[in-house]
Nanobody, 116 residues
Framework: QAQLVESGGGLVQPGGSLTLSCAAS????????MSWYREAPGKERELVAY????????HYLDDVKGRFTISRDNDKDMVFLQMNSLKSTDTAVYYC?????????WGQGIQVTVSS
């Protein structure tokens, strides 16, 4: 059974940093592209960052470019999101996503709150 479990969220002050982790199990992790999405209150879920299967290609939401970095470890079946210079507008539930040509999986989501 495929499973994605996020960790590392919490409360941080503006300008601070957090690293989200997502542990995958139950599917062939290295054959899936991985992404982080977020959903803020009253807003639609949006794609924040994407990384290709081998980890050689990444894409970011314009608002997070230069502040967030996505990475993956195909030996440990994990994906990460390093978030720096956090703003209040980054407050949201963050979701890990795995996708290939035929299927996709979601994590349960983890709260990130940026507030003083």
């Amino acid at each position: 059974q495929a499973q994605l479990v996020e960790s590392g969220g919490g409360l941080v002050q503006p300008g601070g940093s957090l690293t989200l982790s997502c542990a995958a199990s139950g599917f062939a992790f290295s054959t899936y592209a991985m992404s982080w999405y977020r959903e803020a209150p009253g807003k639609e879920r949006e794609l924040v960052a994407y990384i290709s299967r081998p980890g050689t290609s990444t894409h970011y939401l314009d608002d997070v470019k230069g502040r967030f970095t996505i990475s993956r470890d195909n030996d440990k079946d994990m994906v990460f999101l390093q978030m720096n210079s956090l703003k209040s507008t980054d407050t949201a539930v963050y979701y890990c996503n795995a996708a290939d040509y035929a299927s996709f999986y979601w994590g349960q989501g983890i709260q990130v709150t940026v507030s003083s």
